[in-house]
């Protein structure tokens, strides 16, 4: 091989220029400085170099050699630390963002009731938004002309169809449906015409319904008192009963629950009217039933302190996105 | 109502400290209580059933059964009856089977009314007008009985207590005009002058003023089904209709008369004076009674109680006791059978002292499951929850049900489909800054087809601007129809896509339908850009909307056996035009069970500028070949792919890019 040495170190600075990779490095050290690469094929020809040639050859070849292999170190070097430079984790760099998306605060408190009161046997059974007269008043025992009436600003289709004003309305289907005894959870959209800062034209209730031969005021208490103490994640809550009246409950009362020193009604209950199980065909003089009824919005309000009932429906993402973290199953 | 403390003290001693709890537990919800110099104003909010309390007396006589003291009626005149016809003609029973009225003759009202009358309503927010009215009003106020004053003199003959004959016009004391249809029960006189709508408000016409001379004071048990169906129909609620359709005390017509005269004999001159009683049977007036039924106590109640104990607490209460019947008293019209008894006896007692017990445990075992809201919730999507009632003109569908008085035009008719809510959702946002848009929604869709009502359970999602809008710029993308479709798959189990034709909300071109186990569930793809119009939204908003009732949850699993041998992948590049579907070749070749071909996809589609204008792209499909048996060999690998091949360019007429 005929290559003058002095231009060796030419040839190697070209090749170093177009290396990148350290892969590529070790093939360029292994043409110079290998075996059989070139400086060392030019020593193994110092032999065949006249005597007197040979010393000032030898130097020459020895420098050479020097100079070829710190190109090569310094070449290692800026590898290692190009390599360095772009492998470094650049904090700066923004999270790429994992869209969460979020149950509505409604759902999420609708699940939680329905979770704590499968634990008792109570099933979701849910009966339809537009009704009957028939099944959101009079099977009720709530008469025409009655005055119970007021508290139900309703929405009519035509003079018999509606839509429910409360989830009671699927008490007697669920009756209907399965016979007892039995045990149901109604959640669902009810409506009011009725509209200012306190009150939605639509918003949910749950329903409780249980039959069974031998259920109790005092089974009543029990398990409204237990549910409230699992809502709400505390057993100090205070809790009391008083009388109200619905026309579909006989004895009839209504719940409050202490919150900062003040009594706050949260749901309304009582033992199944005689006439509303009659009403479905089930014998009050052998069953007796507990219901009752709460409305979800004010659960959400306590549960999250939630001030404005308006901000349910508006779907705002501002306020959507703060239930990400929650989830209830 | 509101009513002075100090009243109901005339009755009943009272510790200001304690009433509010006492009036809670027997039901009488305290809304407030507020100090009025030495007094406190009580403003009970009542249920509907409890209309032997809408009076001082009324409450009172509640608080001492509780107490277990006696309290009487105020003073009354007294006097014999006597049957004068010189002025009412004719009371028609289905109206009112009790009437009372006292004539009182050459009157002179000069006389203020006192303070201790006109303190008393005003404490009860009723505003005083002259002796006669704020009498009646007190006299009201104090033992619940609504009376009226009708100025005799503007009188033409007679009163008839009937349904009106014709249609007729009054104007009531409230200055409204009223036009009453021929059939609504009246008070007129001979020639067909409406004097009151009975129970429920009074005539211009013959309201008492300062110049009358000759009255004549009705007390009546007017029946309380015909006052709410007057007060409803014209939407007049006074505060006698309003105690008129809970029920008064039926047998309280005459203490109220002889009341007013024992008061207004006190200031001004009453001359002879006698009372008159028009008296009809009726079932609402008939003393009820029925069988006692001790039991039932136990029953509901779930407590053993003594019956002595719940025998005192019903005689307090007024209940009388005569053999194994219960009498119920004559202001009680809410009790009708053993039931009401419990609530009494349990409210005496106070609900909180009725001791717990735990309900038998049952544990359920088909609880709602809420698995694809699970599922789209951890794809990125927030809930969202909107009025079921839409503008008339955002349904497009001829099946609409139409409320007859909605809230207002924009919430009048019942929303064919989620997506106008979630539209406005994303303008609401939109408006707000937000770049990146996901939401879904579950609920109802409501339908009328031919008279029958059908409610759809249904699930909806909208994708909108970027997907997300907090990465690094160079990292931004848009929704497109490949998040779509992946959320779709992720939620949907064996789903898959066809052409649609396009619907109400979706677009003609660039909407799908989405199938499961090939059968159409629901649409998606790109909203019609009218509809995102109509909500003023800046851009395109891809949708899906699923029936959820039809979405089959069952997804059954078949095990396959795994190779131990190595996959190998081919690429094949095509040329194909935009309108080709190739889903539907990939997903049939799919099915086609070339040998060793263990699947086909799209990895990849490339658009060149060039071929652009001939709508044409460039696609590759990897192709997957393996073995169950063995290691492939070159030559087993270029006789698949041979033949795969063929029938792309065959069967399909599809052009193969060499390399």
């Known amino acids: 091989m005929k290559i003058n040495h002095t231009d060796l170190e030419d040839l190697l600075k070209q090749d170093l220029e177009t290396c990148s990779k350290e892969h590529d490095l070790q093939q360029i050290k292994s043409k110079y400085l290998g075996k059989k690469g070139h400086v060392t094929i030019l020593f193994s020809s110092l032999k065949d170099i006249p005597s007197e040639e040979r010393k000032a050859f030898g130097s020459e070849l020895n420098s050479l050699k020097q100079v070829i292999t710190k190109l090569i170190d310094l070449k290692f070097g800026d590898i290692k630390r190009s390599r360095e430079i772009t492998q470094r984790l650049d904090l700066d760099t923004p999270a790429r963002h994992h869209q969460f998306g979020s149950h509505h605060p409604i759902s999420l408190v609708i699940r939680r009731i329905e979770k704590i009161f499968s634990n008792f046997g109570f099933e979701t059974h849910e009966g339809p938004e537009i009704e009957t007269e028939y099944y959101n008043f009079e099977s009720l025992n709530i008469a025409d002309n009655h005055p119970a009436r007021d508290m139900h600003d309703t929405f009519y289709f035509d003079s018999n169809l509606l839509l429910r004003t409360h989830t009671s309305s699927v008490q007697i289907h669920a009756m209907e449906n399965r016979s007892a005894p039995l045990r149901v959870l109604a959640p669902g959209r009810v409506y009011r015409c009725d509209s200012d800062p306190t009150h939605s034209p639509m918003f949910h209730q749950i329903e409780g319904l249980c039959v069974d031969t031998d259920i109790s005021f005092s089974n009543l208490k029990w398990l409204l008192n237990d549910f409230i103490y699992k809502f709400f994640e505390s057993k100090k809550i205070k809790t009391r009963f008083r009388p109200s009246y619905f026309p579909f409950t006989e004895p009839s009362a209504e719940m409050d629950v202490m919150f900062n020193g003040k009594w706050l009604e949260v749901l309304g209950c009582g033992m199944v009217h005689p006439n509303v199980l009659k009403n479905a065909n089930i014998d009050p003089k052998k069953y007796s039933g507990l219901a009752f009824g709460l409305g979800i919005e004010r659960f959400a309000m306590l549960a999250y302190q939630i001030k404005d009932l308006r901000v349910f429906f508006e779907n705002d993402i501002n306020f959507l996105e703060q239930f990400e973290n929650l989830r209830e199953s | ?659």
């Open chain 2, 1 to 659: 109502m509101k009513i002075s403390s100090n009243w109901l003290s005339e009755f009943i001693s009272l510790n200001n400290k304690t009433i509010e709890q006492e009036l809670t537990q027997l039901g009488l919800e305290v809304d407030t209580i507020s100090k009025n110099k030495n007094d406190y104003i009580i403003d009970i909010e009542f249920t509907p059933n409890r209309g032997d309390c809408l009076s001082a007396y009324g409450i009172s006589r509640d608080l001492a059964a509780f107490k277990n003291k006696k309290i009487k009626l105020p003073q009354a005149s007294t006097f014999s009856h006597q049957r004068n016809n010189n002025y009412i003609r004719k009371v028609a029973p289905d109206i009112c089977p009790e009437y009372r009225f006292m004539p009182l003759c050459d009157v002179e009202l000069r006389a203020k009314s006192p303070k201790f009358i006109t303190e008393k309503l005003i404490k009860s927010d009723i505003t005083p007008v002259n002796i006669i009215v704020d009498i009646s009003n007190y006299v009201m106020m104090e033992v619940g009985q609504p009376t009226h004053a009708f100025d005799i003199d503007k009188i033409n003959g007679k009163l008839s207590i009937i349904k009106s004959k014709k249609d007729l016009t009054f104007i009531g004391i409230n200055n409204k005009q009223y036009n009453i249809n021929k059939g609504t029960p009246v008070i007129v006189d001979d020639d067909d002058v409406i004097h009151a709508l009975p129970g429920v408000i009074g005539s211009k016409e013959s309201m008492v003023d300062n110049d009358t001379k000759n009255i004549l004071f009705e007390s009546a048990f007017f029946l309380p089904n015909t006052v709410r169906s007057l007060s409803t129909k014209y939407r007049i609620q006074t505060d006698s209709s309003y105690r008129f359709e809970r029920g008064v005390d039926y047998k309280l017509q005459e203490f109220a008369l002889s009341r007013i005269h024992l008061i207004l004999s006190s200031y001004i001159s009453i001359g002879k004076c006698n009372l008159n009683k028009i008296s009809y049977k009726s079932p609402l007036t008939k003393t009820n009674s029925f069988k006692f039924d001790y039991k039932l106590f136990k029953r509901i109640l779930g407590i053993e109680l003594q019956s002595n104990k719940v025998k005192a607490i019903l005689s307090n209460l007024g209940f009388i006791f005569k053999s194994d019947k219960v009498i119920v008293p004559s202001f009680r019209f809410d009790v009708t059978s053993n039931y009401d008894l419990v609530e009494e006896v349990s409210r005496i007692i106070g609900y909180d002292n009725i001791p717990e017990s735990p309900l038998s445990t049952k544990i359920s075992l088909t609880n709602k499951r809420y698995t694809f809201q699970d599922r789209l919730i951890t794809l990125g999507y927030k809930e969202a929850i909107n009025f079921t009632f839409i503008a008339k003109n955002y349904s497009h569908n001829i099946a609409q049900l139409e409320l007859k008085n909605p809230i207002s035009k924009d919430k009048s008719v019942m929303r064919d489909s989620l997506i106008p809510g979630l539209l406005k959702n994303i303008q609401y946002n939109q408006n707000r800054k937000h770049k990146s848009i996901q939401l879904y929604e579950t609920g109802k869709i409501y339908i009328k087809p031919k008279n029958k009502i059908f409610e759809i359970n249904t699930i909806t999602g909208v994708l909108f601007g970027l997907r997300s809008s907090s990465d690094l710029v160079s990292n931004q993308y848009n929704f497109g129809i490949d998040d779509l479709k992946s959320h779709i798959l992720s939620v949907i189990p064996n789903s898959s896509f066809d052409l649609n034709s396009g619907s109400t909300y979706f677009d003609d071109v660039n909407s799908f339908k989405i199938l499961q186990n090939n059968k159409a569930i629901g649409e998606c793809g790109l909203i019609r850009s009218t509809c995102a119009q109509d909500f003023a939204i800046k851009g395109a908003v891809l949708a899906f909307e699923i029936n959820e009732d039809l979405i089959s949850e069952s997804n059954k699993v078949t095990f396959n056996d795994i190779s131990q041998y190595p996959a190998v992948y081919k690429d094949i590049t095509l040329i194909t035009n935009i309108d080709d579907s190739l889903s539907t070749v990939i997903k049939e070749m799919n099915n086609n069970g070339y040998k060793y071909m263990k699947s086909i996809r799209i990895k990849d589609i490339f658009i060149s500028k060039d071929k652009l204008q001939l709508n044409n792209r460039n696609v590759t499909l990897e192709i997957c070949l393996q073995s169950m048996d063995r290691t492939l060999n070159d030559e087993d690998i270029n006789k698949s792919i041979q033949s795969i091949t063929t029938d792309i360019k065959k069967l399909y007429k599809l052009n193969i890019q060499e390399a």
